[in-house]
C-alpha cells in the first residue's frame, strides 16, 4: 500500500510540476478568454461609427415615428430629390434615403431607394428596413383607423410547454420545459464531448509512461521492488489525479475569466450594434420575451441538478478513464520499440469511443429510448452517454445500474490489462498477437 | 543465520515450449562473491528473475537465509540488471530517493544514504542534474547507488562492468570488494568468465537452462586440469629428446608448453630435461581458464 502510494505520487508530481502541465491548464482557460475579449474588443471598437442619415420623406410618413437612436441619427428635408442627391455628401450625412407617398395602403411591396458614399454592412441595412418597416405598419394601421389594442390582440403567440411543469404533482412523466430542453442538450453534448477528450489525453499520457519503463528498461529496477500490479496502478491512479486536478482547475478557472471579462466590457458590452439590433429585434417581436428568456434561462439553469450532475459527470469521468487507461496500459506494455506495433491494439480501444461519441445525437434526441438505455449502461459507452444522458434525468435506477455496470467494469479491466501488462512489460522483440495476449490472461505468474 | 543466504533447489521454468531453467540448484554461502556463468541465453537472467521475484518459478523452491523467497525479501537484494535503465527526465537526487522508498527506506534515511555514496563517488553536485544530461559512465554510477543505497544482504549484478572504461570497472570493483568485506554476499552474473575468474569464490556455469559445473574456482580448475607445463630454460631444445612422456604443444625461444602423456607424470618430464644438462629458469603447471573449461564442456552447443 505505502509502495502504491510512493508509485502514484511520483506519477502525479512529475507530472503536475512539469512547465507544460502548468503553462496547458492555465493557458486553456486564458486561451478562452482571450478569444473572448478579442471578440468583444474588436464588436465594441467597431460599433463607434454613427451613421447621419438624410431623409426625403414624401408622404410623411416617418416623420411621425420615433427612429432615433444612438448609432443611427436621422434628419428630414424637403428639397429636391436632385438637389440633395448631389449635397447630402458634402452637408455632412452618410446615407440618402428617399421614400415616396403612398397611395395604396394595401400595397406589400414599398421600395425606397438610398444612394450612400459607403458601401452599407448588411446589418445596418437591415436595421433600417426594420425601423421604416416599422414606421409603414404604424402609418397604415392609424390611416385605416385601425384600433392598436385591438389589432395587438390578434397577434397569437403559441408556446408549445409541457403540461406537467407545474403544481400538478398527480400527474406522471418528465416536466422538463422547452428552455430546459435546449439547455440539457447543449450540456449533454458538451459532457459527452469533454470525456471524449479526457480518454485519449490521459489514457494515452499512461500508455507513453508505460511505454517509457518499458523501452529504458527502468521496469526491471522496480519490478524488483514492487509487483507489476503496484506499478500500473500507481500510474493509472497518478494520472488519473492528474486528469482530476486538470479538469477541476477548467470547471473553475473558465467560469472566473468568462466572469472577470464580462465585468470589464460590462456597460461597453450593451452599446454594441450587434446588442443594440438585438434588442431593436426583440423590442419588435415582443419587448418582454426576450427577458424573459433571458430569466427563464437563468432559472432553468440554476433549476438543474447540478449536485447530482457533477458528482455523476466525476464519477463517469473516473470510470471511463480507469477502463480506457488500462487498456492504453496494456498495449503500452506489449511495445517493445516503435509506436507502429501499437496499432493494431490500438483499433479496438478507438472504434467504441467513436461510436459512443456519434450516438450522443441520438441519445438527446430520444434521452429514454432504447439507444440512449443501452448506450448508458454499457460499460464502454456509458462514459460518454450516461453523462450525455444525465441532463434530461433519467431514472435514478438506471443512473445507478449503468454505476454498478461500471464499477464492476474497471476491475474486470484493471485486473485483464493487470495480467497482459506484467507479461508484457518483460517481452521484447517478439511480435505479440490476439492470440498471444489471450494466452498471457492465464499464465501463472506470480 | 542460515548458512547459505540463497538455496535453489530444482528450480525450472517454461515459457510457452521452451524451458528457460530448467532444473536448476545451487547455494550461495553467506558473504561469498559469487559467479553465476553462462553464455547469453543460458537462462541466467530467468534464475536471477526468480530470486528477485520478478518472476516466480514453475517448479522447485528457492530458500533465501533461510526462508521460502517471500515479497519481504526484495528490500534485502539490490539488483543491478543488464540493460541499465534510469528515468531520463527524473533528477539525480529524487531519482534515487524514489527507488529507495520502493525499496522500504525512509526519506531521511535514504536522503543521508544517497548524498554518502554521492559523496563517496565525488559527484554531490549532481543531486540537481537531470539523468539525460548525465554521461553513459556517469549514469552507471547512478545505477550503482541505486542497487546498493539500501545495503542489501544479497548484490546481484548483471554484467555489471559492460559499457564501464577500465577506471570506472576498477572504481566499481574496488566498492563490490568493500561491500563483501562489510559482509554482504554478491552475485556476479556474466557471460566473460574471465572477468570474474579473479574475483570469484565460487560459481555455477549453466547452459541452456541446465547446471553443467559448480563449485569453488580453484577446484574446478584443479579438476580440469590437462596436464600441461610450462617450462623456462635457457638454450634451445636438444632435437634429439625423448618425447616418450610429453609432447611439445607450443615451442618458442625460451619457452615450452609441453602436454605430459597420460600415465606418465610432471616429474619424468622434469628428470628427462635436467638429464639433457638443460638449464631450467621456470617450472609452472597450466590450469585452464573458466573459458576454456566451459567451450571444452559444451563444445560449442551453446548459443553464442
Given at each position: 500500500?505505502?509502495?502504491?502510494?510512493?508509485?502514484?505520487?511520483?506519477?502525479?508530481?512529475?507530472?503536475?510540476?512539469?512547465?507544460?502541465?502548468?503553462?496547458?491548464?492555465?493557458?486553456?482557460?486564458?486561451?478562452?478568454?482571450?478569444?473572448?475579449?478579442?471578440?468583444?474588443?474588436?464588436?465594441?471598437?467597431?460599433?463607434?461609427?454613427?451613421?447621419?442619415?438624410?431623409?426625403?420623406?414624401?408622404?410623411?410618413?416617418?416623420?411621425?415615428?420615433?427612429?432615433?437612436?444612438?448609432?443611427?441619427?436621422?434628419?428630414?428635408?424637403?428639397?429636391?430629390?436632385?438637389?440633395?442627391?448631389?449635397?447630402?455628401?458634402?452637408?455632412?450625412?452618410?446615407?440618402?434615403?428617399?421614400?415616396?407617398?403612398?397611395?395604396?395602403?394595401?400595397?406589400?411591396?414599398?421600395?425606397?431607394?438610398?444612394?450612400?458614399?459607403?458601401?452599407?454592412?448588411?446589418?445596418?441595412?437591415?436595421?433600417?428596413?426594420?425601423?421604416?418597416?416599422?414606421?409603414?405598419?404604424?402609418?397604415?394601421?392609424?390611416?385605416?383607423?385601425?384600433?392598436?389594442?385591438?389589432?395587438?390582440?390578434?397577434?397569437?403567440?403559441?408556446?408549445?410547454?409541457?403540461?406537467?411543469?407545474?403544481?400538478?404533482?398527480?400527474?406522471?412523466?418528465?416536466?422538463?420545459?422547452?428552455?430546459?430542453?435546449?439547455?440539457?442538450?447543449?450540456?449533454?453534448?458538451?459532457?459527452?464531448?469533454?470525456?471524449?477528450?479526457?480518454?485519449?489525453?490521459?489514457?494515452?499520457?499512461?500508455?507513453?509512461?508505460?511505454?517509457?519503463?518499458?523501452?529504458?528498461?527502468?521496469?526491471?529496477?522496480?519490478?524488483?521492488?514492487?509487483?507489476?500490479?503496484?506499478?500500473?496502478?500507481?500510474?493509472?491512479?497518478?494520472?488519473?489525479?492528474?486528469?482530476?486536478?486538470?479538469?477541476?482547475?477548467?470547471?473553475?478557472?473558465?467560469?472566473?475569466?468568462?466572469?472577470?471579462?464580462?465585468?470589464?466590457?460590462?456597460?461597453?458590452?450593451?452599446?454594441?450594434?450587434?446588442?443594440?439590433?438585438?434588442?431593436?429585434?426583440?423590442?419588435?417581436?415582443?419587448?418582454?420575451?426576450?427577458?424573459?428568456?433571458?430569466?427563464?434561462?437563468?432559472?432553468?439553469?440554476?433549476?438543474?441538478?447540478?449536485?447530482?450532475?457533477?458528482?455523476?459527470?466525476?464519477?463517469?469521468?473516473?470510470?471511463?478513464?480507469?477502463?480506457?487507461?488500462?487498456?492504453?496500459?496494456?498495449?503500452?506494455?506489449?511495445?517493445?520499440?516503435?509506436?507502429?506495433?501499437?496499432?493494431?491494439?490500438?483499433?479496438?480501444?478507438?472504434?467504441?469511443?467513436?461510436?459512443?461519441?456519434?450516438?450522443?445525437?441520438?441519445?438527446?434526441?430520444?434521452?429514454?429510448?432504447?439507444?440512449?438505455?443501452?448506450?448508458?449502461?454499457?460499460?464502454?459507452?456509458?462514459?460518454?452517454?450516461?453523462?450525455?444522458?444525465?441532463?434530461?434525468?433519467?431514472?435514478?435506477?438506471?443512473?445507478?445500474?449503468?454505476?454498478?455496470?461500471?464499477?464492476?467494469?474497471?476491475?474486470?479491466?484493471?485486473?485483464?490489462?493487470?495480467?497482459?501488462?506484467?507479461?508484457?512489460?518483460?517481452?521484447?522483440?517478439?511480435?505479440?498477437?490476439?492470440?498471444?495476449?489471450?494466452?498471457?490472461?492465464?499464465?501463472k505468474?506470480s | 543465520?542460515?548458512?547459505?543466504?540463497?538455496?535453489l533447489d530444482q528450480v525450472v521454468k517454461r515459457?510457452?515450449?521452451?524451458t528457460a531453467v530448467d532444473g536448476v540448484s545451487?547455494?550461495?554461502?553467506?558473504?561469498?562473491?559469487?559467479?553465476?556463468?553462462?553464455?547469453?541465453?543460458?537462462?541466467?537472467?530467468?534464475?536471477?528473475?526468480i530470486?528477485?521475484?520478478?518472476?516466480g518459478a514453475d517448479e522447485g523452491e528457492v530458500?533465501?537465509?533461510?526462508?521460502?523467497?517471500?515479497?519481504?525479501?526484495?528490500?534485502?537484494?539490490?539488483?543491478?540488471?543488464?540493460?541499465?535503465?534510469?528515468?531520463?527526465?527524473?533528477?539525480?537526487?529524487?531519482?534515487?530517493?524514489?527507488?529507495?522508498?520502493?525499496?522500504?527506506?525512509?526519506?531521511?534515511?535514504?536522503?543521508?544514504?544517497?548524498?554518502?555514496?554521492?559523496?563517496?563517488?565525488?559527484?554531490?553536485?549532481?543531486?540537481?542534474?537531470?539523468?539525460?544530461?548525465?554521461?553513459?559512465?556517469?549514469?552507471?554510477?547512478?545505477?550503482?547507488?541505486?542497487?546498493?543505497?539500501?545495503?542489501?544482504?544479497?548484490?546481484?549484478?548483471?554484467?555489471?562492468?559492460?559499457?564501464?572504461?577500465?577506471?570506472?570497472?576498477?572504481?566499481?570493483?574496488?566498492?563490490?570488494?568493500?561491500?563483501?568485506?562489510?559482509?554482504?554476499?554478491?552475485?556476479?552474473?556474466?557471460?566473460?568468465?574471465?572477468?570474474?575468474?579473479?574475483?570469484?569464490?565460487?560459481?555455477?556455469?549453466?547452459?541452456?537452462g541446465?547446471?553443467?559445473?559448480?563449485?569453488?574456482?580453484?577446484?574446478?580448475?584443479?579438476?580440469?586440469?590437462?596436464?600441461?607445463?610450462?617450462?623456462?630454460?635457457?638454450?634451445?631444445?636438444?632435437?634429439?629428446?625423448?618425447?616418450?612422456?610429453?609432447?611439445?604443444?607450443?615451442?618458442?625461444?625460451?619457452?615450452?608448453?609441453?602436454?605430459?602423456?597420460?600415465?606418465?607424470?610432471?616429474?619424468?618430464?622434469?628428470?628427462?630435461?635436467?638429464?639433457?644438462?638443460?638449464?631450467?629458469?621456470?617450472?609452472?603447471?597450466?590450469?585452464?581458464?573458466?573459458?576454456?573449461?566451459?567451450?571444452?564442456?559444451?563444445?560449442?552447443?551453446?548459443?553464442?
Open positions: 500500500m505505502n509502495k502504491l502510494w510512493t508509485i502514484t505520487k511520483r506519477e502525479y508530481l512529475t507530472r503536475v510540476k512539469k512547465k507544460s502541465f502548468i503553462l496547458v491548464t492555465i493557458l486553456m482557460p486564458l486561451g478562452i478568454g482571450l478569444i473572448a475579449f478579442v471578440s468583444g474588443y474588436f464588436a465594441s471598437k467597431a460599433g463607434k461609427s454613427e451613421k447621419v442619415i438624410l431623409v426625403k420623406d414624401e408622404g410623411n410618413i416617418l416623420k411621425q415615428a420615433d427612429l432615433q437612436s444612438t448609432f443611427m441619427k436621422f434628419d428630414f428635408s424637403d428639397e429636391e430629390l436632385e438637389v440633395l442627391k448631389s449635397s447630402y455628401i458634402d452637408d455632412g450625412y452618410d446615407l440618402l434615403l428617399h421614400l415616396e407617398e403612398i397611395e395604396d395602403l394595401t400595397e406589400e411591396d414599398i421600395n425606397v431607394s438610398y444612394y450612400t458614399k459607403d458601401k452599407l454592412s448588411l446589418p445596418t441595412l437591415e436595421s433600417i428596413e426594420r425601423k421604416i418597416g416599422s414606421a409603414i405598419r404604424a402609418y397604415k394601421v392609424q390611416q385605416s383607423e385601425i384600433d392598436e389594442e385591438l389589432l395587438a390582440g390578434f397577434d397569437t403567440d403559441v408556446d408549445l410547454e409541457n403540461g406537467l411543469s407545474g403544481d400538478d404533482e398527480e400527474a406522471v412523466g418528465s416536466s422538463a420545459s422547452k428552455m430546459s430542453t435546449i439547455i440539457s442538450t447543449a450540456l449533454s453534448y458538451i459532457m459527452g464531448f469533454l470525456m471524449y477528450m479526457v480518454i485519449f489525453i490521459f489514457g494515452g499520457m499512461v500508455m507513453r509512461s508505460v511505454m517509457e519503463e518499458k523501452i529504458n528498461r527502468i521496469v526491471e529496477v522496480i519490478i524488483s521492488s514492487v509487483k507489476p500490479f503496484q506499478l500500473m496502478m500507481g500510474k493509472l491512479l497518478g494520472v488519473g489525479m492528474v486528469g482530476l486536478t486538470q479538469v477541476l482547475i477548467w470547471i473553475i478557472l473558465v467560469p472566473v475569466i468568462l466572469m472577470l471579462l464580462g465585468m470589464y466590457f460590462g456597460l461597453d458590452q450593451v452599446n454594441t450594434p450587434e446588442m443594440q439590433q438585438a434588442q431593436e429585434m426583440m423590442k419588435d417581436i415582443n419587448q418582454d420575451d426576450f427577458k424573459q428568456g433571458m430569466a427563464e434561462f437563468i432559472t432553468e439553469f440554476k433549476a438543474l441538478n447540478w449536485w447530482f450532475i457533477i458528482p455523476v459527470f466525476l464519477v463517469y469521468f473516473l470510470g471511463g478513464y480507469f477502463i480506457y487507461a488500462s487498456f492504453f496500459a496494456a498495449i503500452g506494455s506489449t511495445i517493445s520499440d516503435d509506436l507502429g506495433e501499437a496499432q493494431q491494439f490500438m483499433m479496438p480501444i478507438v472504434i467504441p469511443v467513436i461510436i459512443a461519441f456519434v450516438m450522443i445525437p441520438a441519445v438527446f434526441n430520444d434521452p429514454d429510448g432504447p439507444i440512449a438505455i443501452f448506450g448508458s449502461m454499457f460499460p464502454l459507452f456509458s462514459p460518454i452517454l450516461m453523462p450525455a444522458r444525465i441532463p434530461f434525468d433519467p431514472p435514478v435506477w438506471q443512473v445507478l445500474l449503468s454505476i454498478v455496470i461500471l464499477i464492476a467494469s474497471v476491475i474486470f479491466f484493471i485486473w485483464v490489462a493487470a495480467r497482459i501488462y506484467r507479461v508484457g512489460i518483460f517481452m521484447y522483440g517478439k511480435k505479440i498477437n490476439y492470440k498471444e495476449l489471450s494466452k498471457w490472461l492465464f499464465y505468474y | 543465520m542460515a548458512e547459505n543466504i540463497l538455496r515459457y510457452h515450449k521452451h545451487f547455494d550461495v554461502g553467506v558473504g561469498k562473491i559469487f559467479g553465476l556463468l553462462g553464455p547469453n541465453g543460458a537462462g541466467k537472467t530467468s534464475l536471477i528473475r530470486i528477485t521475484t520478478i518472476t530458500l533465501f537465509n533461510g526462508e521460502k523467497l517471500n515479497s519481504n525479501h526484495p528490500s534485502q537484494i539490490g539488483y543491478m540488471p543488464e540493460e541499465r535503465g534510469l528515468y531520463k527526465k527524473m533528477k539525480v537526487g529524487e531519482q534515487l530517493i524514489y527507488l529507495a522508498q520502493l525499496k522500504g527506506m525512509g526519506s531521511k534515511e535514504s536522503e543521508a544514504a544517497i548524498k554518502g555514496w554521492l559523496s563517496k563517488f565525488e559527484i554531490e553536485d549532481w543531486w540537481n542534474k537531470k539523468i539525460e544530461e548525465l554521461s553513459k559512465g556517469m549514469q552507471q554510477k547512478i545505477q550503482f547507488i541505486a542497487t546498493v543505497m539500501h545495503r542489501p544482504k544479497l548484490l546481484i549484478l548483471d554484467e555489471p562492468f559492460s559499457g564501464l572504461d577500465p577506471v570506472n570497472t576498477n572504481l566499481i570493483k574496488d566498492e563490490i570488494r568493500q561491500l563483501n568485506e562489510e559482509g554482504a554476499t554478491i552475485v556476479f552474473s556474466t557471460h566473460r568468465m574471465e572477468q570474474v575468474e579473479e574475483i570469484c569464490e565460487e560459481i555455477v556455469l549453466i547452459n541452456q541446465k547446471k553443467v559445473l559448480e563449485g569453488n574456482v580453484g577446484d574446478i580448475r584443479n579438476n580440469f586440469k590437462q596436464n600441461r607445463f610450462m617450462v623456462g630454460f635457457e638454450g634451445s631444445l636438444p632435437a634429439d629428446i625423448s618425447r616418450e612422456t610429453f609432447e611439445v604443444i607450443e615451442d618458442s625461444d625460451n619457452h615450452l608448453i609441453i602436454q605430459v602423456k597420460e600415465g606418465h607424470n610432471s616429474n619424468e618430464l622434469l628428470q628427462t630435461l635436467i638429464n639433457r644438462k638443460i638449464n631450467i629458469t621456470s617450472y609452472q603447471e597450466i590450469l585452464p581458464s573458466l573459458n576454456e573449461i566451459f567451450i571444452n564442456l559444451v563444445d560449442g552447443k551453446s548459443d553464442e
